[in-house]
């Protein structure tokens, strides 16, 4: 019996090694990714449904790895944020999204939204708000049109740092979304607390919607909350009609998903809104 579990102890020990040089391999690439053009932003749109128009797009990042293909951010950036390397991410992603959008005329013709994913890490430090502002300020117009969704633990995490700096953006206009709603353990406190415009019902309550009852009672539930509040209301992970329908007569009015979207690159994005246009 020793012996097995010294040998287990040894495979885990081994196992334990290969994951951490592994996470450690994927560090070291990730600091060099940025300098080395590997980063790259995708774009997925969001719609009202009942007025038959885009409201906006998501912005996420995508890594481009030279030897293990397209990263997910889901892997990637929570090894950012441990590392303090959240900010230059960031940094790019909103340079490069208003760079592609601006060069191609599609920001405040065809494009009246714009959200970037943000992470408690871009609000640490005196200087944070003025990153914020230098990466705005290649914005041609209205800085109405850019939007920051924050997640709830994100929030949590330096919740007085995010208010200082939410309460300079959003007197400048900008918007703010609270991303994953639902999923934290004080979402109404957040809403008290912080500035936002807007609330995305998370796809965990979407996935089940037309099956689970009690998940249709919360969704209800979020949505005459938000009316109340005067907040906007998206749902995203909308894969299906049945859930679109059912969203539709709960009273949701915006939507992002596979069923109408997936995330693209700045080419198809062009393609994609010309075609909007004909039909
Ligand atoms: P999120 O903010 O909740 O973004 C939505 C994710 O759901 C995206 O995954 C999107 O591709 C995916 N999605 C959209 N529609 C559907 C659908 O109908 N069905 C399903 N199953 N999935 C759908 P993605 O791009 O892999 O991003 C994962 C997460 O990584 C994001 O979750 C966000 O938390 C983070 N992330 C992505 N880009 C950035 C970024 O630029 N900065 C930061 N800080 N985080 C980012
Ligand atoms: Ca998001
Ligand atoms: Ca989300
Ligand atoms: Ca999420």
């Known amino acids: 019996a020793q012996q097995t579990s010294r040998?287990?102890?040894k495979l885990y020990n081994a196992e334990l090694s290969a994951i951490m040089s592994n996470k450690a391999r994927?560090?070291?690439?990730?600091?060099?990714?940025?300098?080395?053009?590997?980063?790259?932003?995708?774009?997925?749109?969001?719609?009202?449904?009942?007025?038959?128009?885009?409201t906006g797009l998501e912005v996420l990042v995508r890594w481009n790895h030279p030897e293990r293909g397209v990263i997910s951010p889901a892997e990637f950036i929570p090894l950012?944020?441990?590392?303090?390397l959240i900010c230059g991410i960031t940094d790019f992603v909103m340079r490069q999204a208003i760079d592609e959008l601006t060069e191609h005329g599609l920001l405040y013709r065809d494009v009246q939204r714009v959200s970037f994913n943000v992470s408690a890490a871009d609000f640490n430090g005196?200087?944070?708000?003025?990153?914020f502002l230098a990466n705005l300020s290649q914005l041609p117009g209205d800085w109405s049109v850019?939007?920051?969704?924050?997640?709830?633990?994100?929030?949590?995490l330096n919740l007085e740092g995010v208010r200082q700096v939410l309460e300079k953006l959003t007197a400048k206009g900008v918007q703010?979304?609270?991303?994953?709603?639902?999923?934290g353990y004080s979402s109404l406190n957040t809403?008290?607390?912080?500035?936002?415009?807007?609330v995305k019902i998370d796809q965990s309550f979407v996935k089940d919607i037309v099956q689970n009852k009690q998940d249709a009672k919360l969704v209800k539930t979020i949505l005459a909350m938000a009316q109340a509040l005067h907040l906007r209301v998206v749902a995203e992970g909308v894969?299906?009609?049945?859930?679109?329908?059912?969203l539709m007569t709960a009273g949701c009015q915006e939507f992002q998903g596979f069923l109408y979207a997936r995330p693209m690159s700045i080419n198809h994005l062009i393609t994609f809104i010309k075609n909007l246009k004909q039909r």
């Open 146 to 156: 850019i939007e920051l969704e924050l997640t709830e633990s994100a929030a949590l």
């Open 7 to 9: 040998g287990s102890y």
């Open 80 to 84: 950012a944020e441990q590392n303090s």
């Open 26 to 54: 994927l560090l070291f690439d990730l600091k060099a990714a940025i300098e080395k053009r590997q980063l790259s932003v995708v774009y997925q749109p969001q719609f009202c449904v009942q007025e038959n128009r885009m």
């Open 176 to 183: 703010v979304s609270l991303d994953d709603f639902g999923t």
């Open 239 to 246: 894969e299906t009609h049945a859930q679109a329908n059912y």
């Open 191 to 198: 809403l008290r607390l912080l500035p936002i415009q807007e």
């Open 126 to 131: 005196n200087e944070s708000c003025d990153r």
